[in-house]
């Protein structure tokens, strides 16, 4: 799969996102504690339909290690979601 990796500023903190592309409804992957954006490489070619983004929540894979709630993490998606111009 062809994707583009960047790093977006989310709400105060920087995450590593993977875009897979896509022309359907947005889908954001969270992965769990101890993973990064990666473990859904093998998910990613069934998720057709899609736009699909990967992201590495704060503190794993490339992105910033700041002390973040669950909350700062849903505010962080939500805030480069409307960066990046995404419903």
């Known amino acids: 799969n062809a994707y583009s990796d960047r790093r977006v500023r989310g709400d105060g903190r920087e995450v590593q996102i993977r875009d897979y592309g896509g022309t ?6 969270w992965h769990g ?3 990064d954006l990666t473990c859904w490489e093998t998910l990613v070619p069934h998720l057709a339909g899609f736009h699909v ?5 704060p503190g794993h894979g490339r992105s910033s290690l700041p002390v973040f709630t669950a909350s700062d ?15």
């Not at 359907?24 to 992957?29: I, S």
């Open 33 to 35: 504690a101890g993973c």
């Open 24 to 29: 359907g409804a947005l889908m954001l992957l």
């Open 73 to 87: 993490a849903l505010a962080d998606g939500d805030a480069f979601a409307r960066r990046l111009s995404w419903p």
């Open 53 to 57: 983004i990967a992201q590495d929540l």
